[in-house]
């Protein structure tokens, strides 16, 4: 029986979502002090030993001060993604009705710690008005184990489009940055020498940063690509009777593996970023939500 629209909005439920969002939406916070110092102290050393050259050794300083925080930071963050995805796990398992494997099951945070993230959550949405109707309510309409290929490809699809937008974003941001580098030693005069040494060579942390970025954001909206088109795969499958429902919930039961394995090592999207896309991504969800669930309909499954 498909109950995955009632489920989703029950008070249990949205408390995980309530938990997982502020541990990610922590992990966030962290990593955004991260890029702060990682893309602003270079910028910064190489315009004070530009005008200062005496500088040179505290810059030095600086960047090692930098990087071991930088490290710290890393850990934390981390461990707080891994928690929520935990946390998004059990909430998918559960929603979408799949067995949860025995792993999994000790990875579990504690109840204490899904109801604590859960209340410093609802400070700013005391009626979990943002997590409600998480999957489109329509699947409603269909069989579980379609409405759960519907829900597993809405993962897939979401997670892969907001990567490439960001992606797009960092290129955009290598080539100003790359700009501003360049007009400013052209306006001090700077020689060439003077511009490696000086200017280049401190900024390459920022550049490596913003060159791998683009290249892990790039591989994790490949992958979610290749797991939503497996999603599609198994819809079509399904609809052909090629696969029984219990084949299709064995498959749903990997496919999620392969989510949940993301979810847990996949480069974050900074909050800001994802707030704006949110409502136009939303738009787009419901859309392809209810021609799949047309497409079941009228295959009379």
Same mark, same amino acid.
């Given at each position: 029986m498909n109950t995955i629209a009632q489920d989703q909005n029950t008070d249990k439920q949205l408390q995980r979502l309530a938990a997982q969002r502020y541990l990610y939406s922590r992990a966030k916070h962290v990593l955004e002090i991260q890029v702060t110092f990682d893309l602003l102290t270079p910028i910064v050393i190489a315009v004070m030993i530009a005008i200062f050259p005496s500088f040179d050794i505290y810059g030095a300083f600086v960047a @090692? &001060? @930098? &990087? !071991? %925080?930088? @490290? *710290? %930071? #890393?850990t934390y963050q981390s461990s707080r993604k891994k928690q929520a995805a935990d946390i998004q796990e059990i909430f998918d398992c559960d929603v979408l009705i799949l067995e949860s494997h025995e792993l999994k099951k000790r990875r579990r945070p504690m109840t204490e710690t899904i109801f604590e993230a859960a209340k410093r959550y609802k400070r700013k949405d005391p009626h979990f008005s943002a997590l409600k109707n998480w999957y =489109? =309510? !329509?699947v409603e309409e269909i069989p579980l184990h379609l409405a759960r290929l519907v829900c597993q490809r809405i993962n897939c699809w979401w997670d892969s489009q907001l990567r490439r937008r960001y992606v797009q974003a960092v290129s955009t941001v290598l080539v100003i940055l790359f700009i501003i580098v360049l007009l400013f030693s052209l306006i001090n005069g700077l020689s060439l020498a003077k511009f490696f040494l000086a200017v280049l060579i401190p900024l390459l942390p920022t550049f490596i940063?913003? !060159?791998r970025e683009f290249l892990h954001q790039s591989e994790a909206a490949n992958d979610k690509d290749e797991l939503r088109k497996y999603a599609e795969e198994l819809w079509e499958k399904t609809l052909i009777n090629e696969y029984s429902v219990a084949? *299709? *919930? #064995?498959e749903s039961r990997m496919l999620q593996d392969e989510i949940y394995n993301n979810r847990r090592t996949n480069p974050f999207i900074l909050d800001w970023f994802y707030n704006r896309l949110k409502r136009e991504n939303e738009e787009q969800m419901n859309v392809k939500a209810e021609e799949l669930v047309n497409e079941a309909l009228q295959s009379k499954l």
């Open positions: @090692v &001060a @930098v &990087a !071991i %925080l930088d @490290v *710290t %930071l #890393e =489109p =309510p !329509i940063w913003t !060159i084949k *299709t *919930t #064995e």
